[in-house]
């Protein structure tokens, strides 16, 4: 079933992808009343150490062109992606609707590297809006098990206003049930005014295989 976001219904396939080279196919269509017309059309990853989006044609990056896009018309085009672990990927479209300039933006769409034990499902920031100065915060990672493992370790860190970027906690994790979640939380106090953001790494081994980023307004009580 196609998602859709006016003028454009879309969707992405196979959404389970094996490590290294892939091809991925985007299905696009126009679900507005008007032509669409010098459409240019990107993949893009959020997290590009993880994922890497070439295109069709080496050199090209992950662009495709086409010149017009007729109301309830059907494409399919085709990405090369690399894919050292797990990613989210987006699609960007910008062209002319009846002759104006638009921008298009997908929603963000998980692809999953089908050999990873496990994923950061939420990080979650346990407090109101804004925090208080000197006031403990606890932060809670949602980890979930997808196959047999072990050896996993969970990382949080944050980083102030003033840009230190320090490891709070580190967690082993030497079982993580498959198919359930498991909650780990830290704690940490903001000693400065502004913004922190709250990072959880989840590491097989060396290798990350996820990570989830929050962010939180600290101010005096």
């Known amino acids: 079933m196609l998602k859709k976001k006016y003028p454009i219904g879309y969707d992405l396939k196979p959404t389970e992808i094996e490590k290294g080279t892939?091809?991925?196919?985007?299905l696009l269509k126009n679900i507005g009343s008007?032509?669409?017309?010098?459409?240019e059309i990107q993949e893009h990853s959020v997290d590009t150490y993880n994922l890497q989006t070439f295109g069709t044609f080496y050199g090209l990056g992950s662009n495709h062109c086409l010149k017009e896009f007729k109301p309830d018309e059907e494409i399919k085009l085709d990405f090369k992606i690399n894919a050292l672990g797990s990613a989210d990927v987006y699609v960007t479209i910008r062209g002319l609707n009846d002759e104006k300039y638009f921008w298009w933006e997908s929603s963000r769409m998980n692809l999953h590297v089908s050999d990873e034990k496990a994923r950061i499902d939420r990080l979650l920031v346990l407090s109101n809006p804004y925090a208080a100065i000197g006031?403990?915060?606890s932060a809670e990672a949602?980890?979930?098990?997808?196959?047999?493992?072990g050896g996993l370790k969970l990382e949080f860190w944050v980083e102030s206003p003033s840009r230190t970027d320090e490891k709070q906690a580190t967690i082993d994790i030497l079982a993580l049930p498959v198919g359930k979640e498991v909650s780990y939380t830290f704690e940490f106090t903001p000693k400065e005014t502004g913004l922190y953001t709250i990072s959880a790494y989840l590491y097989d081994g060396w290798r990350r295989i996820g990570y989830k980023t929050e962010t939180i307004y600290a101010q005096k009580p």
């Not at 949602?142 to 493992?149: D, F, P, Q, R």
């Open 34 to 39: 008007s032509t669409l017309q010098s459409l």
């Open 22 to 26: 892939n091809w991925i196919s985007l």
């Open 142 to 149: 949602v980890v979930k098990g997808l196959k047999e493992n």
């Open 135 to 137: 006031n403990p915060l």
